[in-house]
């Protein structure tokens, strides 16, 4: 509520609204953690000061803490990752030769198939002769 109140006070009915969608740059980013810890001011007058989330700054600070100010200057992907990952050309290169290796047998199968029938045909006919 406070945070609120303090926005309210800077920056009228404009700071009520926050400011969501924006890609800050690493020099802002590092200009926000500078001046919170130059000047001393707390997360919510820091927050209500430009209008970001008190999440995204304290976010901005952990990383600097942990991990230095090149932490800031990270682009990380926006959204949900996608599921299914894409092939590599190694891959498809494979499945094509896997894809040949098939068809061959599926062929080989089909002529065997077709030499067992005819040698059926001929037994069956040899069979019918012997009866008559």
């Not at 080989?108 to 037994?123: G, H, M």
């Amino acid at each position: 509520m406070g945070r609120w109140v303090n926005a309210y006070k800077l920056h009228g009915k404009k700071g009520l609204s926050l400011k969501n969608k924006i890609r800050y740059t690493g020099d802002f980013k590092l200009q926000i953690i500078e001046e919170m810890l130059k000047t001393g001011l707390s997360l919510d007058q820091v927050s209500a000061k430009h209008l970001i989330t008190q999440s995204l700054i304290s976010k901005w600070r952990r990383d600097f803490e942990q991990f230095g100010a090149s932490a800031l200057f990270t682009e990380n992907p926006r959204g949900r990752p996608p599921k299914m990952k894409k092939k590599s050309e190694n891959k498809q290169i494979d499945s094509i030769s896997d894809y040949d290796k098939l068809l061959k047998e599926n062929q080989r199968l089909r002529a065997e198939n077709d030499y067992l029938k005819k040698l059926r045909a001929l037994i069956q006919k040899k069979e019918t002769q012997k009866k008559d």
